[in-house]
């Protein structure tokens, strides 16, 4: 099962931008390349929620993002490096969150929480002046 690891939160103004990474192990380069990749978040008492993710159809990656992202956030891969990247920018109050990363199974063109089987262990992200 492929291992996840977050990096890159922390605490920013609103308005402000934050990068976050993950990187995956413990799969290969060609299983990695064809695995959907995602971005949820969390804040206390509430469920999870998607955030983006980034699938492969056919030779090409297409991003997919919920509205509260759209516009603002910039969901991004780097199969070679296993990795994959949130881009935030505009950042709110209401982004203050859990972030994680999270992969699914290849073919799987979804933005459910269940449709992903491996995830990582979050990082915060505090939006505040």
């Known amino acids: 099962q492929v291992q996840l690891v977050e990096s890159g939160g922390g605490l920013v103004q609103p308005g402000g931008s934050l990068n976050l990474t993950c990187v995956a192990s413990?799969?290969?380069?060609?299983?990695?390349?064809?695995?959907?990749m995602a971005w949820f978040r969390q804040t206390a008492g509430k469920d999870r929620t998607f955030v983006a993710a980034t699938w492969r159809v056919g030779i090409k990656y297409y991003p997919y993002y919920a509205d509260s992202a759209r516009g603002r956030f910039t969901v991004s891969r780097d199969n070679a490096l296993k990795s994959v990247y949130l881009q935030m920018e505009m950042l709110k109050s209401e982004d203050t969150a859990i972030y994680y990363c999270?992969?699914?199974?290849?073919?799987?063109?979804?933005?459910?929480?269940?449709?992903?089987?491996?995830w990582g262990q979050g990082v915060q992200v505090v939006v505040s002046s």
């Open positions: 999270a992969a699914g199974t290849p073919g799987a063109y979804s933005h459910r929480e269940d449709d992903f089987g491996s």
């Open positions: 413990g799969v290969t380069f060609d299983s990695f390349a064809s695995t959907p």
